[in-house]
């Protein structure tokens, strides 16, 4: 074949720089915040670091253990187990591959405001700035007309990842995530340490810990940790698998895991400090109370901080500049994470080389991303990040804990993970995947789907209906193409 699938990292930093860069995303930024608030504030620690003890850590191991051993694409893996499993890693990949095409959207807001924010060019009325140049609303009437602001970032940020992946392993993720993952970590540290030093830091950081103890007898809070967990370190969606495939025979495998995971979980709960410390800021010299700031997801990042920024003057043009940087490095690390496992998967299946299978996924992509460019491009993303994330993705974690656990089995892994690390997995780690991790994301998929059922209009449903024909047809005839050679 004339791909690279047997390209190995040339180094361990350029694997943990990817990885991280794979895990360090937009949720880091906006979501963990707002989800620690909304959950029981500092008791939520708690059911956070159970979560990941229970789930982050243990299905890591997996994901690495099964990419380093097999050192093959996510559906030829499902292929060689038994053949008729392929179609359920082209699945996966393809609703990877549909978080990509989302969430390029949403680097293309960010384009928007990365441009805007040296002048503060959004103006007194940033809320009235988003809907009508960059993410539109929920009014379906609005479908049929272009955000031209959205459009010229869309495909800024798309050629951006067509010409990063596309290019050898080290040369292109590993190089890149090597400069970028360094300079968001600079750049949030001055951010947050700056933020610290505002009037008013104090109040936003007490109401983010202020805990609520009572919380802990809730299940939905225990629910919220684990989905916080899944979200923020992309678990499930072979992106860990594909990258530990590339990994040299003497790397460590649990020591990369707790880095990977302790360097993701550290820099939201780093990264919230500064948040609220800022929300406390804008509280104290606004007069507005601090819980009428706080909104999840593209109202704290494309609405409330511009409007912060604002009234810091002079200090507003030079943080916000770093913030959407900040927001843009996130998110192409993230995402050429989310593009890895189809892109190696179809180098893997037609022998494609890497750069004719990186134009081909790219172009596809963009095609897909211009849907959500419309009127109710905000509106649209929304939908479909939720259908993603809670019900596909969520679901094929479970089934691989089966396929894996008890299927293919998983007890030959434990030597294989365990060599070379300096902690040692065993008996337990088995049971948490076999038994444990089915159970609790059963549990918060059921959850899930009994709100969809309760709270989706009619256009959500269509999308989601949408979406799940298209996946299953595209699955179907990809697996049935041709043979693994």
């Known amino acids: 074949m004339n791909h690279d699938n047997k390209s190995e990292w040339n180094s361990s930093l350029a694997f943990l720089m990817s990885m991280i860069g794979a895990a360090v995303g937009l949720g880091n930024i906006w979501r963990f915040s707002y989800v620690l608030y909304s959950n029981g504030g500092g008791s939520f620690f708690i059911p956070y670091f159970v979560a990941i003890g229970l789930l982050g850590i243990p299905f890591l191991i997996l994901e690495y253990g099964l990419g380093f051993k097999f050192k093959t694409s996510f559906s030829n893996l499902l292929h060689k187990i038994r053949p008729r499993f392929e179609v359920i890693g082209w699945i996966l990949g393809l609703l990877a591959f549909g978080v990509v095409t989302y969430y390029m959207v949403i680097l293309a807001w960010d384009i928007v405001y990365l441009g805007a924010s040296p002048f503060l060019a959004w103006g007194a009325d940033p809320a009235g700035f988003f809907l009508n140049y960059v993410g539109g609303d929920s009014t379906i009437s609005d479908w049929s007309h272009l955000i031209l602001p959205t459009v010229a970032g869309l495909v800024i940020v798309w050629v951006m990842i067509w010409f990063i992946s596309k290019k050898e392993l080290n040369s292109g993720i590993g190089k890149v995530s090597k400069v970028l993952i360094p300079l968001l970590f600079v750049i949030m540290a001055a951010i947050v340490i700056f933020s610290l030093t505002l009037p008013g830091h104090n109040l936003g950081i007490e109401t983010l810990l202020t805990p609520d103890w009572s919380v802990l007898f809730d299940v939905n809070i225990w629910l919220a ?26 790397s460590k495998l649990i020591n990369n895991v707790l ?3 302790s360097s993701n979980s550290g820099f939201e709960i780093f990264t919230a400090f500064g948040v609220f410390s800022i ?11 601090i819980e009428s700031l706080i909104r999840q997801g593209t109202g704290l990042v494309f609405i409330v901080f511009p409007t912060i920024f604002n009234t810091m003057g002079i200090a507003g043009k030079i943080l916000g500049p770093l913030f959407f940087l900040a927001i843009l ?26 750069k004719k299978s990186a134009s081909i996924l790219c172009g596809v992509g963009f ?32 089934l691989q804990c089966i396929i894996f656990g008890w299927i293919l089995g998983i ?14 997995v065993g008996k337990l780690w088995v049971a948490i995947i076999k038994y444990i991790l089915p159970c609790v994301i059963f549990i918060v998929w059921t959850f899930g789907i009994i709100d969809l059922i309760k709270t989706g209009g009619f256009l959500e449903l269509a999308v989601d209906v949408v979406i799940t024909l298209s996946i299953l047809i595209a699955s179907v005839m990809l697996t049935k193409f041709e043979d693994y050679k």
């Open 367 to 398: 095609v897909i991303s211009m849907f959500f460019t419309c009127g109710i491009s905000s509106y649209l993303v929304e939908i479909v990040d939720g259908f993603l994330n809670q019900f596909g993705i969520l679901f094929l974690i479970a």
């Open 279 to 289: 929300l406390g800021f804008m509280s104290v010299t606004s007069g507005v109370p």
């Open 225 to 250: 940790a684990f989905s916080q967990i899944i979200f923020s370190l992309s678990l499930g969606m072979a992106i860990a698998l594909t990258y530990a495939s590339y990994l040299p025979e003497d």
């Open 329 to 354: 490095f996130a998110g192409i690390t993230s995402a050429l994470g989310f593009l890895e496992p189809l892109l190696n998967s179809v180098c893997d299946k037609f022998g494609f080389t890497r």
């Open 411 to 424: 007890d030959d892994l434990i030597e294989v993970v365990n060599k070379d690390s300096v902690m040692h």
């Open 259 to 261: 880095i990977v995971v």
